[in-house]
């Protein structure tokens, strides 16, 4: 099984405090600036993100992969933390090519199988373990089907690249169903940001399958999917990315270093002006409208979710677009089929309300858990 790390002899210290640096200068530089930015006001709805943002865009600008190795601790630590936050005992399932951790109950009635996002450098975060944990507890209270978190710790660039991350979540996919007897309709698929990319892939593989991926024969569509802010095109030149560069969390030079190096175009960690080498499996919006065709026969439902403050939303609406052509030309009912479009949301809004602390949920989290509530009946 790959680590999910460098060695710690890659990592540089003086390098982390310089982030560290730039990361509270461009801070600082924001909230002074507010007061002459006021009135053609182009940042996050409040000063508070706004100066977040601008500090966690200036993180991912200039953080190499070994700062932040050095900075985050990997998926499976970070599990082992949210156990300990929340006293329960870790569970995991453990393959030769890579692992997955319980969020829940294993024995629940359906398995959300959900691939986490940090543009396939990154682990997943403890803000993420926690709005899922949130998610699967609140959902139970409410006496419907039971659910539970599965959350593989898929190995990330540069220590392997596209299509090794497919590889795994189809290894561990197959073990749910196979071992585990998990019929497809006791399964989700869902993810965010890059994990919204590889829900994609995934559904992509099972529809044409590929040669070098374990294949999934389905015996029924699996009960649903829901994305948050999908990476579906690795492209910055959509309008979206100019006019929100100031309201959301993400950062247009990171997003094309960071697909190279998935895909496999890349020179290190040296600057990209354009990302080449997606395909119609690696970069979901490169598919036509036909690739879709028959997603209803794979998945009985589908829910994708976007900030209007984010960077991907006129990509995640061209892909929404294709996705749904195809899916009602293969005979899918379009209703089943649903874009949510958050006004003033970042991002993996959902997510980040959690990272950043606000207790009270947003109105996109209530709006999420009503149409899952209804596929729990």
Not at 88 to 97: F, H, V
């Amino acid at each position: 099984m790959a680590s999910e790390a460098p060695s710690s002899s890659s990592l540089s210290m003086p390098g982390v405090l310089a982030l560290r640096v730039k990361m509270v200068s461009s801070g600082l530089l924001r909230l002074v600036t507010v007061p002459a930015r006021l009135r053609r006001w182009d940042g996050a709805p409040t000063v508070f993100q706004d100066v977040l943002f601008a500090t966690i865009r200036a993180m991912f600008k200039n953080m190499t992969i070994a700062q932040s190795r050095s900075m985050f601790k990997g998926t499976t630590e970070t599990h082992l933390d949210l156990c300990r936050e929340t006293k329960q005992t870790p569970k995991s399932i453990t393959l030769d090519e890579v692992v997955a951790h319980w969020i829940g109950d294993e024995d629940a009635d359906i398995v959300v199988f959900y691939l986490h996002g940090g543009g396939f450098s990154q682990p997943c975060t403890l803000g993420h373990m926690q709005y899922l944990h949130r998610l699967v507890t609140d959902m139970n209270c409410l006496g419907g089907a039971s659910i539970a978190v599965l959350l593989p710790a898929y190995t990330l660039v540069p220590d392997a690249i596209f299509p090794t991350q497919l590889k795994q979540v189809a290894t561990m996919l197959l073990h749910l169903l196979q071992q585990r007897n998990r019929d497809p309709s006791r399964i989700m698929i869902a993810g965010d940001s890059a994990g919204g990319n590889l829900v994609f892939t995934l559904l992509s593989h099972i529809l044409h399958p590929r040669a070098d991926v374990p294949r999934i024969t389905l015996t029924s569509p699996f009960r649903a999917v829901f994305v948050f802010s999908p990476w579906v095109s690795f492209s910055t030149n959509f309008p979206s990315v100019a006019e929100n560069a100031g309201k959301d969390i993400l950062e247009h030079s990171m997003l094309r270093r960071w697909a190279a190096m998935y895909v496999g175009t890349a020179d290190g960690e040296g600057p990209v002006s354009r990302t080449l080498g997606g395909d119609a499996y690696s970069e979901p919006l490169l598919a036509d409208a036909s690739w879709w065709q028959n997603m209803h026969t794979v998945a009985q439902q589908i829910y994708v979710w976007a900030g209007a403050n984010e960077l991907f939303v006129d990509s995640v609406r061209a892909f929404f677009d294709k996705l749904r052509l195809g899916w009602v030309n293969g005979g899918g009912a379009p209703q089943r089929v649903v874009l949510s479009v958050a006004a003033e949301e970042p991002h993996i809004g959902p997510i980040m309300d959690v990272m950043y602390g606000h207790k009270e949920k947003s109105e996109s989290q209530y709006a999420l858990e009503a149409w899952l509530r209804e596929k729990l009946v």
